[in-house]
């Protein structure tokens, strides 16, 4: 194992360190010497990009304060503009630099003033002689910003001539963010997938104070071998953990097993988290509903899932109108006058089964269709005869708001509406029944 | 002087029925308001439960092993409303002021049109919540007035640390400073954001929103509610599992909107509460509206509204459609000009003629001895409604059982077809007659029982003997008990004989015996009963389920223009225009522009002139051959100079005329212009392919 060396650092701080991050040792010890020595110029910026819950952000985080290194850490998704973005780093500066809680109000609209505040805001702290740390977390939300955001955040070093280094985390690939007109290149870095036996380490780590480590670790290997194959997201295991243990340790409580018997246990818990993975995996029923359902003892049947709602009721029109929507989507143009111009009942009813023989038209999905045309197969559809009343105009305008039928093409509203049917073959099935 | 007389009195019954529409109204709303809050209540409770229940750890602070593992998820209901979206503004403002009043003065009500990005919706949602609390705390004003700063930086962060100052505020004010709300109940009430409309907000605006306030949830308890009107499904739809994991999702439905217009129909129309009664051709159109366009109570309540109004501003008599204290007192009160309105009535002219020639001549001539007999028969009317109502209901017992509900499942339509015509007439009521003498006895017993319940409880004192009646009915049943289980052994014996024989010929023979045997045999005792306690029902419905057209004087409480209402809420633009345009004396009502058939009058406005010759062509038209068509219908009529001007060119003044007139067509959306062909335009209605 390769022990975090560092020789600016104290032994003890990098020790706890290394706790604190399992299975990261190596990312965090090229970190450490990428960063250097505290008063040592950094690479001036680095980019860390890897999967969902690979821990980039809590390896930084981690790292970031343990060290005590000064640093700023924000979220790009909830600074939604750059104004917001580039306000909250200098607040967040404030606030680490001035022991006084005098935190006056920025107004920083451009990067230009934004460069000018940083300035002063270094210059004003006795700590300028240390490498600054900005992390921008979920920086894929950069590129949605001005143009000039994200290659100024890569040369924010050279801009402002002080030591300061910005490190961006990512879910997705540098490639993706690079700028048709070129920018400075950070230095990227890949945090890989953990693997099984991490995730049973990290998993394990955290056991819970009345059990032995060893009976947590059993209980996390068979939580991991159903949801690893769908599921590897550290956060949502150790949430499904969290829930399911008490369930686990039900038959040690009442005295059935003993902490050993992992065979028994096993056989406890395994129907029940394969319950727990079609349902509160897929946020089907709640986590609250799940604990209330162990708690009581009762069967996961009885909770219907939001699944289980399929059914829309609608108005009747509104169920012609849909129906007259789909054909519309899903027939040929030329194909009407063969289906609907001449119609006893029985002859349509052999048409719709025709119509659904052929799937190419359900691969390729809706095409959009004028209103008249609409309308045409509606009057065609529905046995009596239909005024075109204002109501129906207004329903297939509730039908879009439903986001049952969607309108393609915003431009001309006025003189030829054009829709889609948004809905699948199932569920026009259920309308029509 | 005569006729300002009459005018002068109109004018007054006029006031009065004005104050009679509006007091009545005013009740039917407030009945209204009550039934729905009773039908809310359930899913309001749920909610109020749910909402306390959400953010328990957060009150206490949990330090357990799970508590500290468990991710905090965002606690979320979703709330399915149903597809009548009209009706959910006021079952969120009763949420919202429940909300109030029980867990938090922290609410945010989004609406999807408000919050087109991240950055409106961050806007909306603190501009809601810190002016509720400038609101509350009206009178510390300098904290009301740093919150108000004009430039409060729109982000979570700034929320975040409003939510911390409002609440250690009320923190320090404590018990000493008595606040009457328990929303204080707790030290930090959640802060509740509802999304009315779930379906139309776009997915990236939700997703932030759900991301940041996750980043959040250890310092703001946050609660989320999604108004979702089609069906959860779409929660899935909008959000990725990424960001729906990070929610804690409960469901609540509403109930249906059927069962909620069967409530306020059984509670506003099957009721001797309201003199107001709807006739069946409006209330047919009220359901229909509902039923087929927008399952929307509200509307039908402001149908019923209309209904109302319309009734009491065209009907002078609606005077007396009052509560029946009142009735001697207005009748009383009555101008001459009113008793010849009611002479005038239909139902009472057909009352009078079978009267005898000695109370006809009174009737037509004292106005005193007319006022009389209008009180006993609108008191009759009253007391005609009551056994109407309850023998309804009864009947309703009965038919919503039957297989196949030839009468209708809902009472509802029972109702309507007893409002049509007579229903023992009907086909209908046959074939269940048929059903009910067949009926086994259980279902038997407990429908008399549930018909003894309904007559008892209906305030006419009429229904003792029919109680007497039904009473002795069930005793019969009851005593039948022993033989009847004795029969059933007897028949299946009889079944099991024919069992036996397998021989074609034996069984043939057998079977018909026994279907001669069963044409000639005896009634059961129970089947004589049955027999009776049907024809019984059916006197019943023969005495009490008279339609209320056959009742003099029915106009003054029923109202039955149907036409009238279906033009208000049911309007045919396309239609209206099309009449307009094809057919202008219907509108405008000018002698000469009546014309016969298809042809074109050069009277009519030029634009019905374009119209009408537009709707020969085909999908592209040629403004020349337009244009051409259109000069020489205007220019029939002015046959005598004609060679002088039209030989070969058209007249300015037309030609102008033409082009005002096609343009007003594009104006109403008939033609745009087509690119496809140059001095073409193309046609936007159909008729061209």
Sequence with gaps: MPNLEHS?????????????????ESQVSTLLSIFGERQQFSFPSIFIYGHTSSGKTYVMQTLLTTLQLPHVFVNCVEYFTSRLLLEEILIQLQRCSSDTEQTSPVHCDTLNDFVRLFKQAVVTRELQDQTLYIVLDRAEQ?????????????????????????????????????????????????FPDYSIGHLQKILSQNHPPEYSADFYAAYINILLGVFYMVCRDLKELRHLAALNFAKYCEPVVRGEANERDTRKLWKNIEPHLKKAMQTVYLREISSSQWERLQHDGGEPGQLKGLSAHTHVELPYYSKFLLIAAYLASYNPVRTDKR???????????????????????????????????????LYSIVDNRVAP???????????VTLQLLSMVGQNDQLDGPRYKCTVSLDFIRAVAR | AYDFRITGNDAEDAELRFVTCQSLWSQIKAQTEQIQEDLNKQLLDNLLSFLSRSHSEFQEKTTEWTCRMKFREIPTAALVLGVNVTDHDLTFRGLSDVLQDNITPYIALLEAKDCPAIKNLMQKLMGQLMNCDIDVDLLEDEDGVQVSQSRVRCSMSSLVSWYESVTKKTDSETPSKKRNSSSRRWQSPPVVVIFKDMESFTTKVLQDFIVISSQHIHELPLVLIFGIATSPMIIHRLLPHSVSSLLCIELFQSLSCKEHLSTIIDKLLLTSQFPFKLGEKVLQVLINIFLYHDFSVQNFIKGFQLCIVEHFYSQPLSVLCCQPVDIKKRVCALSHHQCENIRRLPSFRRYVEKQESGKQIELLTNDSFLKEETEKLLDDLHVYHENYISILRCLHVFTSSLPKYPLGKQIRELHC???????????????????ARMLNKTDLVTMLQQCVEILMSSSGKQFDKTVEKLKEFLTQF??????????????????????????????????LELKESRKSKKLTKFEMLRFEVVDYIDSLVRKYLLPADDRPLHEIVYFNAAAVLRGHLNAAPRTALHTALNNPHWYLKNQALKCDGGSISNKA?????????????????????WLEAFSTVVMAAEEPNADAASSDQVDDIIHARFIRAV?????????????????????????GC
């Design chain 1, 339 to 377: 289906f609907f111009l001449k119609h006893h009942g029985k002859i349509r009813k052999t048409n719709f089964m025709k119509k659904h023989e052929k799937t190419s038209n359900h691969l390729l999905g809706p095409k959009p269709f004028p209103l008249d045309r609409l309308l045409a197969i």
């Design chain 1, 8 to 24: 600016a650092y104290s032994a003890a701080d990098l020790l706890h360190l290394e706790s604190l991050v399992p299975c990261r």
């Design chain 1, 389 to 399: 009343t204002a109501n129906i105009f207004s329903q297939i305008t509730s039908l």
């Design chain 2, 663 to 687: 343009s007003e067509l594009e104006l109403l959306g008939f033609i745009k212009p087509s690119k496809q062909k140059t001095d073409h335009v193309a046609r936007l209605t159909w008729g």
């Design chain 2, 417 to 435: 077809a007893c409002l049509e015509n007579r229903v023992w007439e009907t086909e209908e009521y046959e074939s269940s007659l048929q059903l």
């Design chain 2, 605 to 625: 406005p030029d634009i019905c002139i374009v119209y009408k010759l537009h709707l020969e062509c085909g999908r592209l038209i040629n403004l020349v051959d």
């Design chain 2, 478 to 511: 009851q005593s039948l008990e022993a033989e009847a289980s004795q029969e059933r052994d007897a028949s299946v014996s009889s079944q099991k004989e024919l069992q036996k024989k397998t021989d074609l010929y034996h069984l043939q023979k057998t079977l």
């Design chain 1, 142 to 190: 950069l590129r949605e910003m001005e143009a000039n955001i994200l290659p100024a955040f890569l040369r924010l070093q050279e801009l402002t001539d002080r030591n300061v280094t910005v490190v961006l985390l990512s879910e997705i690939v540098w490639e993706l963010f690079r700028p048709n007109i070129g920018c400075f290149e950070p230095f990227t870095m890949y």
